[in-house]
């Protein structure tokens, strides 16, 4: 069984910085991707950006340039670092791990940006 859980969610003010982190029961390696994705109030859940077990990343246009995602295999965590946050960014942010064919999703974390 498959568990993530986010933390680091917060209230901050526009231009402000967050810090998200989704840990993992177990070895993040056999993940094939993990990724962070957002859902604002009467909003469909959107990628935000995503991280593949080589390394490589891809990012929502709204945020490149201000979020980068890393791993930190030691600690089985995946970390999304948000500067120059803006009240957009107000969401409920999920961790999304996808294993073979099958994607498992945390509790989420709210981000509330204020202006």
């Known amino acids: 069984q498959v568990q993530l859980l986010e933390s680091g969610g917060g209230l901050v003010q526009a231009g402000g910085s967050l810090r998200l982190s989704c840990a993992a029961s177990?070895?993040?390696?056999?993940?094939?991707?993990m990724g962070w994705y957002r859902q604002a109030p009467g909003k469909q859940r959107d990628l935000v950006a995503i991280?593949?077990?080589?390394?490589?990343?891809n990012y929502a246009d709204s945020v490149k340039g201000r979020f980068t995602i890393s791993r930190d295999n030691a600690k089985n965590t995946v970390i999304l670092q948000m500067n120059s946050l803006k009240p957009e960014d107000t969401a409920i942010y999920y961790c999304?791990?996808?294993?073979?064919?099958?994607?498992?999703w945390g509790q989420g974390t709210q981000v509330t940006v204020s202006s």
């Open positions: 999304k791990a996808r294993l073979a064919s099958d994607d498992y």
């Open positions: 177990g070895s993040i390696f056999r993940f094939n991707t």
């Open positions: 991280i593949s077990r080589a390394g490589f990343t």
